[in-house]
C-alpha cells in the first residue's frame, strides 16, 4: 500500500479518535496513545515513518511547553502565590514520598520508586485550562488558583526532570550518585530563572523607554506581531540550547522563554490565535508517535496489574490530598473546595508521558513499572475531569459555594457592621422648620413652610 496513503489514513484517524474521546467529556490523548500503539501493533504503518514522526512530537512538545510559557498569567501567579505553591508542592512531593515507601515493598529499587514518583508529579497546565475554559470558571478564584498551581507545578517536574537526567547519566557512566550531580541541575535552573526574569524585566524597560523617547501611547510597540512571535520562538530556541548546555531540561528553556515573551500581554491572544491549529496538530503527533509508538501493545497487556493499581492509587491520592492545602481550614466551605481543588489538579499533561518515555529509555524503570505508569497516567488524565465534574453536581458550582463570611464573622474580624435604621416617617412634620422660623427668615410666609 503506498505510504503517503496509509499516513492519510493514520492522520484522519487519530483526529477522529480525539474528536470522539471529546464527545464522551475524556482527553484527547487517551484517543491518539491507543491509535498510536495499534498502529505499530497492526504492522501497517511504515517503520522509517516512525522516528522522523517522533522528532516532530519532540518539537511539538517544546512548543506546547513554550504555549505553557506564553499564558502564564504573572499577575494571576502573584496573587496566588502562597496557596498555589503549597498545592502544587505537596501533590509532587507526596508522590515521590509514597513512592518511596511503597516501591521497596514491592521488590523495586528505590531509584525507581523515585522516577516514578517524579513522573506522577506533574499536572499540565495545558490540561488545567482546557477543564477551567470548558466549564467557564478560569476566572473564579478556584480557577485562578488551580492554573496558578498548575503552572508551579509544570516548572517543579521540569526541574525533576533535569535532575532525573543528571542522575541517569552519572548511573549509566559507572559513577556513584552524589550531592553534586543532584544539585548542579538545581544550580543551573536557578541560574536559568534569573536570568529569564531579568531578561523580561528588560524587556519591559525597553518598550516603556522606547514609548518615552518616542511620545508613543501605552499599547504601542516598535514592531509587529509577526515579528514578535517570530523573535519569542527564536529566543526558544537559544534558550532551549542555552539550558542543556549548563546541565538542566531544555524544556525549562522553552518555558522560561515563553514567560519572557508574556511580558507584551496582547501577545497571548494573538499567538493562541495564530498557533492554534499548527499547536493541536503538533499535540497529536506527539501522543500518537513519541508516546504511542514507543510502547509496544503487548506490553500494556501488564504482567503485574497489582502494580499498575498502586501507582494509579498513588497518581490519584497524591493529588487528591493536595486540595487540603488550597484554602484555611477554618474557611467555610473547606472540605468542599479542597475536594474540588483535589480533583481540577488530579489530570495530568504531556510532561508525565515524556519523563516516564526519558527514563524508560535511560534504563531507569523496568518495564513493568513504566507501563504501570503509563496507565496510572491515563487513568488520572481520564478520571480527573470526570471526578471534578460530578463534584459540582453533588456540592455546586465552585463560584457558588458558601465560602463567605457571615456579618457575625465580619464584627469579630473588625469589619464594620450595618446598623439597621427604620425608615423614617414621611408624615411627620419636619424638625427643621423650627429653627428657621426662630431665625427670623421674613422672606418665606408661614403657608410656604408648612407646604415645605
Known amino acids: 500500500m503506498i505510504p503517503a496513503f496509509i499516513l492519510a489514513v493514520f492522520v484522519l484517524s487519530v483526529y477522529l479518535g480525539g474528536q470522539l474521546c471529546s464527545k464522551f467529556q475524556c482527553p484527547a490523548l487517551i484517543a491518539e496513545i491507543g491509535l498510536g500503539m495499534l498502529w505499530v501493533a497492526s504492522g501497517f504503518f511504515p517503520a522509517d515513518h516512525i522516528a522522523p514522526l517522533q522528532t516532530v512530537g519532540n518539537a511539538g512538545l517544546m512548543l506546547m511547553v513554550f504555549d505553557g510559557g506564553v499564558n502564564m498569567d504573572i499577575p494571576v501567579l502573584k496573587q496566588k502565590i502562597g496557596r498555589s505553591t503549597a498545592v502544587a508542592l505537596s501533590g509532587g512531593w507526596v508522590a515521590m514520598l509514597m513512592c518511596f515507601a511503597i516501591f521497596p515493598l514491592m521488590g523495586y529499587g528505590i531509584l525507581e520508586g523515585l522516577t516514578v514518583g517524579s513522573a506522577l508529579a506533574s499536572t499540565g497546565i495545558g490540561f488545567s485550562l482546557v477543564v477551567m475554559k470548558d466549564l467557564d470558571l478560569l476566572q473564579t478564584p478556584m480557577g485562578q488558583l488551580v492554573c496558578a498551581a498548575a503552572m508551579i507545578d509544570d516548572v517543579h517536574s521540569m526541574i525533576l526532570l533535569a535532575i532525573l537526567n543528571a542522575g541517569a547519566q ?86 522560561l522563554s515563553g514567560v519572557v515573551a508574556s511580558q507584551w500581554q496582547p501577545v497571548q491572544a494573538k499567538w ?181
Open 170 to 255: 552519572v548511573v549509566s557512566s559507572g559513577g556513584p550518585v552524589d550531592v553534586w550531580s543532584i544539585s548542579q541541575p538545581l544550580a543551573s535552573s536557578a541560574v536559568l530563572f534569573v536570568f529569564a526574569i531579568a531578561l523580561r524585566m528588560a524587556l519591559g524597560k525597553a518598550m516603556d523607554m522606547w514609548r518615552k523617547q518616542n511620545n508613543k501611547s501605552e499599547g504601542e510597540v516598535p514592531f509587529t506581531t509577526a515579528q514578535y512571535v517570530v523573535g519569542s520562538v527564536f529566543l526558544a530556541w537559544c534558550m532551549a540550547n542555552l539550558a542543556d548546555y549548563i546541565g538542566t531540561t531544555y524544556l525549562l528553556g522553552c518555558f
Open 272 to 452: 493562541t490565535k495564530m498557533s492554534t491549529t499548527s499547536l493541536q496538530w503538533l499535540t497529536r503527533i506527539f501522543f500518537s508517535c513519541t508516546v504511542g509508538m514507543a510502547v509496544p501493545l503487548e506490553a500494556m497487556i501488564a504482567k503485574d496489574w497489582g502494580v499498575v493499581v498502586v501507582i494509579t492509587i498513588i497518581a490519584v491520592v497524591c493529588k487528591m490530598q493536595a486540595g487540603l492545602m488550597s484554602s484555611s481550614p477554618f474557611q467555610k466551605g473547606y472540605a468542599v473546595q479542597s475536594l474540588q481543588v483535589g480533583c481540577a489538579m488530579v489530570g495530568r499533561g504531556e510532561l508525565g508521558f515524556m519523563q516516564m518515555l526519558k527514563a524508560y529509555e535511560l534504563g531507569l524503570v523496568s518495564m513493568n513499572s513504566y507501563i504501570g505508569t503509563i496507565w496510572a497516567l491515563l487513568i488520572a488524565s481520564c478520571c480527573g475531569p470526570l471526578l471534578f465534574r460530578v463534584s459540582m453536581r453533588v456540592f455546586g458550582r465552585p463560584d457558588t459555594l458558601p465560602t463567605t463570611s457571615s456579618a457575625d464573622e465580619l464584627a469579630e474580624k473588625g469589619e464594620p457592621k450595618a446598623i439597621e435604621e427604620p425608615l423614617p416617617n414621611l408624615m411627620q412634620r419636619n424638625v427643621s422648620m423650627e429653627p428657621i422660623k426662630k431665625a427670623n427668615v421674613n422672606s418665606v410666609s408661614d403657608d410656604t413652610l408648612e407646604a415645605l
